[in-house]
């Protein structure tokens, strides 16, 4: 690992800045190594997962990568360009010049979960290649035949000086994460997030760290709640809740939890019957299958009620369908720890007050939810609380919209990439300054200091 760092140390202050056109064409070559091995993807995933829904890989992994790095390259030119701001002292009006140029940091290290073995690499992908660097990429453990088929693609379309991967499990994520990279992006939990800042911390490497959480999703009045129950769900049964930003638990407004319970059971249903059941994915492995056992007995014992949307289980190719959790309480370990899985918790609320206190009350999440028509609340609910991201009227797709950065706030992550924040965000800001050939002023500056030094030094103080 070490020595492809040092090659890619090397290439980079031999070749210089990328220019517009190799940026693009790394870009280009991201595309097509993802789409000439969709095929192998989907089959790759299927093996790692036992069933993962085509229709998913299509697009949560596929289609969202592409469009992210095509968002990317049509932008490129006009985010690369260095601004031109006024230099201070007057030295603008006698021939100085300030420039801000976004310039690549070097190389980013990147480590990523299995959830989107292909995304969380190529969805950074862009921002880190529209930025002019290099790339060293440690896909995870967990999803392996997948990472295999990445490591391959990626060594078909780039040189090892410009993408490279590195495969293994926690200790080579420890090595990994140990290395002297330019810029580190982490994406996972918060539990291996606070080793990864610490070994970076070592070389003072700088991170951006996407990590998890218990996303809330309120519920108030007036409100559509078949149509509700439609956009929760979507998100909740893709890749059967194990996304970062999958609805975690619902906070409704009391008198409504019977007919919303109602309206996600039937919209489960309507989602997935026997003849399609491929298309509902399976937790990734037995591991993560038991962990949910584990949650759901757990509560149980503590007093929970548990509603089974559907008779689909099948613990032989790992399978939970959705499951509303009543009666919670944060005893129990499913409100304790981030569900990343099927499970979805009921709590009831009478004033919003408890919800945002409750939320509040807890690290600050990456998504925040919001169903509710009144703008008085929606406001309150965004201006008293803190979260990554926010969707108001449905769930998570603050993340779809290309144009707004994709992070977390403090224990959900520090950071972004998508759009022009994740290009500045993998940049350098450079400040350059060009300097005028008068010297006059600047000559007053320097000792022996004269009475001319005090009339400048109080005319400073006014020019901002
Ligand atoms: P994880 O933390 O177990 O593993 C992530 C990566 O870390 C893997 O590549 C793994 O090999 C590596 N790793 C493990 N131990 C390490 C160590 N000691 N040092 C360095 N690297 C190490 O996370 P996970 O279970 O793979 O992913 C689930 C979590 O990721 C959830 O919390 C989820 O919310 C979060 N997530 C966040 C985002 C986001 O964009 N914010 C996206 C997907 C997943």
């Given at each position: 690992m070490k020595e492809i760092l040092e090659i890619q140390k090397k290439a980079f202050i031999q070749d210089g800045e990328p220019t517009f056109n190799q940026r693009k064409d790394r870009l280009e070559r991201c595309i097509a190594l993802i789409e000439t091995h969709d095929e192998k993807i989907i089959n790759a995933l299927n093996e790692d997962f036992k069933n993962r829904s085509k229709g998913e890989i299509l697009t949560s992994e596929i289609s969202q990568s592409v469009r992210n790095l095509n968002f990317t390259i049509k932008r490129l030119k006009k985010w690369m360009r260095p601004q031109s701001r006024p230099s201070s002292f007057m030295a603008n009006m006698l021939g100085s010049k300030s420039i801000l140029k976004p310039s690549p940091l070097g190389t980013v290290g990147v480590i990523a979960p299995w959830n989107f073995p292909v995304g969380m690499i190529f969805y950074p992908a862009a921002s880190i290649f529209a930025a002019g660097n290099r790339i060293m990429a440690k896909p995870s453990e967990l999803t392996p035949s997948t990472a295999d088929v990445i490591k391959e693609a990626v060594e078909k379309y780039f040189d090892v000086s410009e993408f490279s991967v590195v495969l293994g499990g926690p200790e080579v994520g420890a090595e990994f994460s140990s290395l002297p990279f330019d810029h580190l992006l982490y994406t996972g939990s918060g539990r291996i997030g606070k080793k990864i800042l610490s070994a970076a911390a070592d070389n003072l490497v700088p991170t951006t760290l996407e990590l998890g959480g218990k996303s809330p999703t309120i519920v108030s009045e007036g409100v559509n709640l078949n149509l509700i129950a439609k956009r929760i769900m979507f998100v909740k049964t893709l890749n059967a809740g194990q996304?970062?930003?999958?609805?975690d638990y619902i906070y409704v407004k009391r008198g409504l939890e019977k007919d919303l319970i109602n309206a996600l059971k039937e919209t489960f249903n309507e989602f997935f019957t026997e003849k399609n059941l491929d298309d509902y994915t399976s937790m990734v492995n037995d591991h993560h299958f038991e962990r949910m056992d584990t949650y759901i007995q757990d509560a149980k014992d503590k007093g929970a009620e548990v509603i089974d949307?559907?008779?689909?289980?099948d613990s032989n190719k790992n399978i939970m369908s959705t499951k509303i959790l009543l009666?919670?309480?944060?005893?129990?370990l499913v409100m304790k720890?981030?569900?990343?899985?099927?499970l979805l918790p009921l709590k009831v609320y009478d004033e919003l007050s408890e919800v945002v206190n409750y939320i509040n009350n807890h690290d600050h999440p990456l998504g925040l939810y919001f169903f509710g028509s009144s703008r008085k609340e929606q406001d309150y609910v965004i201006n008293n609380t803190r979260s990554g991201g926010v969707t108001i009227n449905d769930v998570m797709f603050h993340l779809m919209q290309s144009e707004l950065p994709f992070g977390g706030v403090g224990p959900s992550g520090n950071g972004h990439y998508h759009g022009y924040e994740g290009f500045l965000n993998f940049s350098n800001l450079r400040s350059i300054y060009y300097q005028t050939k008068v010297d006059t002023i600047f000559g007053i500056l320097r000792p022996p200091r004269k009475k001319s030094f005090e009339i400048l030094s109080k005319i400073m103080k006014k020019l901002s």
């Open positions: 996304i970062c930003l999958s609805p949307l559907s008779p689909i289980d009666n919670v309480n944060d005893d129990m720890e981030e569900i990343f899985g099927p």
